[in-house]
C-alpha cells in the first residue's frame, strides 16, 4: 500500500522556468514531510522539510508547500536550473513515529 | 558528503547466496535506516535501528536481516539470495528517530 504517491514519474522545464513537482500522502496522521533529492549514483540528498503546523516553507529558490485538507504537498524550485536536474522524492512520516515513507520519485529535467 | 559510508558499492552474486552490506553511520547519530531501491521503484523502507535496538519494520523479507553494533555501524544481511533482490540498498542515519535521515551512497547488488 503506497502511502505517499508522485503521480508524476517525469517532468521538463524550461532553464528559469519554474518547477512545480507534486506529492500526495494517505495518512492523515503524516504531520512531517521532507523532499530529498536523487542525482544518479548518489544517495539521496535532503532538501526541505515541512511541518504539519505550517502550511509554506522557504529556503532560496525551493519552497515546499503543504494542503493538509487535501493530503498534498508540493516543491516549488524557482528559477530552474540545469543542476537542479535529478529525481525528487517526497517522503512523509509521524513526527514521533520511526520511519518516512517515500514516493517513487519524480525526475525532474531542465532544459538549458 | 553526507557522512554515511556504505560497503561495497557494488556486489554480484549468484541465486541461493548470502551477503552483507555494511553502513557506517554519520558520526553521533543513533538511528541508522535501511532502504530498497528496486528499479523504477520508490525508496521501500527495510528496518530501523536506534542506539543498537531494532525500532521499525518495514517491508523486510524473513530472508532479510540487520543489526545495530555498539559501534554504531550497521549490517544488512540478506540470504537465499533471488533474482529479484537485486536492487540499490541505501543505509541512512540521523540523530533521533524523527529527524532528516542522511543517505549514503547505497550498494548495487546484482544477483545473478
Known amino acids: 500500500d503506497q502511502q505517499v504517491k508522485q503521480n508524476s514519474p517525469s517532468l521538463s522545464v524550461q532553464e528559469g522556468r519554474i518547477s512545480i513537482l507534486n506529492c500526495d500522502y494517505t495518512n492523515s496522521m503524516f504531520d512531517y514531510f521532507l523532499w530529498y533529492k536523487k542525482y544518479p549514483a548518489e544517495g539521496p540528498t535532503f532538501l526541505i522539510s515541512?511541518?504539519?503546523?505550517?502550511d509554506k516553507n522557504e529556503d532560496g529558490r525551493f519552497t515546499v508547500f503543504l494542503n493538509k485538507s487535501a493530503k498534498h504537498l508540493s516543491l516549488h524550485i524557482v528559477p530552474s536550473q540545469p543542476g537542479d536536474s535529478a529525481v525528487y522524492f517526497c517522503?512523509?512520516?509521524?513526527?514521533?513515529?520511526?520511519?518516512?515513507?517515500f514516493g517513487t520519485g519524480t525526475s525532474l529535467t531542465v532544459i538549458p | 558528503d553526507s557522512g554515511v559510508t556504505q560497503t561495497p558499492k557494488h556486489l554480484i552474486t549468484a541465486t541461493g547466496q548470502r551477503v552483507t552490506l555494511r553502513c557506517s553511520p554519520r558520526s553521533g547519530d543513533l538511528s541508522v535506516y535501511w532502504y530498497q531501491q528496486s528499479l523504477d521503484q520508490g525508496l521501500q523502507f527495510l528496518i530501523q535501528?536506534?542506539?543498537?535496538?531494532?525500532?521499525a519494520k518495514g517491508n523486510i523479507l524473513e530472508r532479510f536481516s540487520a543489526q545495530q553494533f555498539p559501534d554504531l555501524h550497521s549490517e544488512l544481511n540478506l540470504s537465499s539470495l533471488e533474482l529479484g533482490d537485486s536492487a540499490l540498498y541505501f543505509c541512512?542515519?540521523?540523530?533521533?528517530?524523527?529527524?532528516?535521515?542522511?543517505f549514503g551512497q547505497g550498494t548495487r547488488l546484482t544477483v545473478v
Open positions: 535501528y536506534y542506539n543498537g535496538e531494532e525500532r
Open positions: 541512512a542515519s540521523s540523530a533521533w528517530t524523527h529527524s532528516e535521515a542522511f
Open positions: 517522503a512523509a512520516g509521524r513526527s514521533r513515529g520511526n520511519q518516512f515513507y
Open positions: 515541512i511541518s504539519s503546523i505550517k
